[in-house]
């Protein structure tokens, strides 16, 4: 036990003397900066209307850290966040039964697409369209989608507070339980009606994010559309907000010849590959529908389809999330992610900040009643056909 103590003491020394030594330098660099640091943590600690944690405060100054590169896809994670984030990028999540935009509308709302039926949030009321204005204490707009889904989601048969803005309404709030944990079914598909283009099979795919597992929900999927022969696929990466890169890649092999699907770039003009090396590309004419919710992944997907003339894009201008972030898990449990790099397309362009221009421009039907953008896609695989 003392040998034991004793190495813990020295491991602890250790730690105290690094962390003196480097206040020390940092003081010394930045003496204004760390007297100010000081000085207002001390003053919001004692002064503040109402009492404050010093762990409150020490969170919101790593959090500014994060803040002060004006990236929003650099953020901090404290650790309940970070585990929700991570069982979402496996694609095992409890939820409230919504799907939701990737990315932010007006940057001070997130937009539900569609509610699931016998869920939390069909039982407390939400409808599609409704716009989330705050997730428990916390405002969407002090937030990033990543972490506003992750808020969203939660253990089973606990409850999240939304503030809901819903057009002729006044904003309310809506108290929604969660789910229990379940696999995300991140990809659907099947065989399109027969009314939509009479006399032919039509195959239909939807992949709502890229997690860890959906490369194998795709295979599943587009097997059996194989095995019942369909003349032509109809990929729908609408309000795909992105995910894996090597999930995509996986994708990729089955809609894409062999070669390079994109180029990141790091810092200080590093560069690294990924290519595709096992192809299995499927034989069928191909249209893929975006909008302005596709981001990063879905971006990276659909724009090397249309580089590669290997299918054609409907839909409206992509989001234009051309950025790279690494995942740090930190020693507490926290989570840190760090934009590292930008990504380029097999012919070279970046899309960051521009998102890609679909080949037929089609806008989408806000009522929802009707699929514009589905119907042009029918319409020109008909002419391919």
Same mark, same amino acid.
């Given at each position: 036990? &003392?040998?034991?103590?004793?190495? %813990?003491?020295?491991?602890?020394?250790?730690?105290?003397?690094?962390?003196?030594?480097?206040?020390?330098?940092?003081?010394?660099?930045?003496?204004?900066?760390?007297?100010?640091?000081?000085?207002?943590?001390?003053?919001? $600690?004692?002064?503040?209307?109402?009492?404050?944690?010093?762990?409150?405060?020490?969170?919101?100054? *790593?959090?500014?850290?994060?803040?002060?590169?004006?990236?929003?896809?650099?953020?901090?994670?404290? /650790?309940?966040?970070?585990?929700?984030?991570?069982?979402?990028?496996? =694609?095992?999540?409890?939820?409230?039964?919504?799907?939701?935009?990737?990315?932010?509308?007006?940057?001070?709302?997130?937009?539900?697409?569609?509610?699931? /039926?016998?869920?939390?949030?069909?039982?407390?009321?939400?409808?599609?369209?409704?716009?989330?204005?705050?997730?428990?204490?916390?405002?969407?707009?002090?937030? *990033?989608?990543?972490?506003?889904?992750?808020?969203?989601?939660?253990?089973?048969?606990?409850?999240?507070?939304?503030?809901?803005?819903?057009?002729?309404?006044?904003?309310?709030?809506?108290?929604?339980?969660?789910?229990?944990?379940?696999?995300?079914? *991140?990809?659907?598909? =099947?065989?399109?009606?027969?009314?939509?283009?009479?006399?032919? $099979?039509?195959?239909?795919?939807?992949?709502?994010?890229?997690?860890?597992?959906?490369?194998?929900?795709?295979?599943?999927?587009?097997?059996?559309?194989?095995?019942? &022969?369909?003349?032509?696929?109809?990929?729908?990466?609408?309000?795909?907000? =992105?995910?894996?890169?090597?999930?995509?890649?996986?994708?990729?092999?089955?809609?894409?010849?062999?070669?390079?699907?994109?180029?990141?770039?790091?810092?200080?003009?590093?560069?690294?590959?990924?290519?595709?090396?096992?192809?299995?590309?499927?034989?069928?004419?191909?249209?893929?529908?975006?909008?302005?919710?596709?981001?990063?992944?879905?971006?990276?997907?659909?724009?090397?389809?249309?580089?590669? $003339?290997?299918?054609?894009? %409907?839909?409206?201008?992509?989001?234009?999330?051309?950025?790279?972030?690494?995942?740090?898990?930190?020693?507490?449990?926290?989570?840190?992610? %760090? *934009?590292? =790099?930008?990504?380029?397309?097999?012919?070279?362009?970046?899309?960051?900040?521009?998102?890609?221009?679909?080949?037929?421009?089609?806008?989408?039907?806000?009522?929802?009643?009707?699929?514009?953008?589905?119907?042009?896609?029918?319409?020109?695989?008909?002419?391919?056909?």
């Amino acid at each position: 036990m &003392k040998n034991l103590l004793k190495g %813990v003491g020295s491991v602890l020394l250790a730690f105290c003397v690094f962390i003196t030594g480097t206040l020390g330098v940092v003081t010394f660099l930045y003496p204004r900066q760390v007297v100010d640091f000081v000085e207002v943590m001390v003053h919001v $600690k004692q002064d503040f209307l109402e009492p404050v944690t010093l762990g409150a405060l020490i969170d919101g100054a *790593t959090t500014g850290i994060t803040e002060a590169v004006k990236d929003s896809h650099t953020y901090f994670l404290d /650790p309940e966040a970070n585990r929700l984030m991570m069982l979402n990028n496996m =694609g095992q999540t409890g939820g409230i039964g919504v799907t939701i935009d990737g990315t932010k509308e007006s940057e001070d709302r997130l937009i539900i697409r569609e509610i699931t /039926p016998d869920s939390g949030a069909k039982a407390a009321g939400l409808k599609p369209g409704d716009a989330i204005l705050k997730v428990d204490d916390a405002w969407i707009k002090d937030l *990033t989608v990543d972490q506003a889904i992750a808020m969203v989601r939660g253990e089973p048969d606990t409850t999240v507070r939304l503030l809901i803005h819903r057009d002729g309404e006044e904003d309310k709030e809506y108290v929604v339980k969660r789910s229990i944990m379940l696999n995300v079914e *991140t990809v659907i598909g =099947g065989i399109l009606k027969e009314d939509y283009l009479q006399g032919h $099979k039509l195959g239909y795919i939807a992949i709502g994010s890229f997690a860890q597992n959906s490369p194998e929900m795709f295979e599943e999927v587009l097997t059996q559309l194989e095995e019942e &022969k369909i003349e032509a696929l109809i990929l729908d990466l609408r309000n795909n907000g =992105g995910g894996d890169v090597n999930a995509t890649v996986k994708i990729a092999s089955r809609l894409l010849p062999n070669g390079e699907l994109l180029r990141l770039v790091m810092r200080g003009g590093v560069s690294e590959s990924f290519q595709i090396t096992e192809s299995r590309q499927i034989k069928v004419p191909l249209v893929v529908l975006v909008n302005g919710g596709s981001a990063s992944a879905s971006e990276i997907l659909s724009g090397a389809i249309q580089d590669g $003339k290997a299918g054609i894009l %409907v839909g409206t201008r992509t989001y234009g999330k051309g950025s790279v972030q690494n995942v740090y898990n930190l020693l507490t449990g926290s989570g840190l992610r %760090v *934009t590292e =790099g930008k990504y380029l397309l097999p012919s070279g362009r970046c899309i960051d900040g521009t998102g890609i221009d679909p080949d037929h421009i089609v806008e989408a039907d806000d009522s929802g009643e009707t699929d514009p953008q589905l119907d042009k896609a029918v319409e020109l695989i008909g002419e391919m056909l």
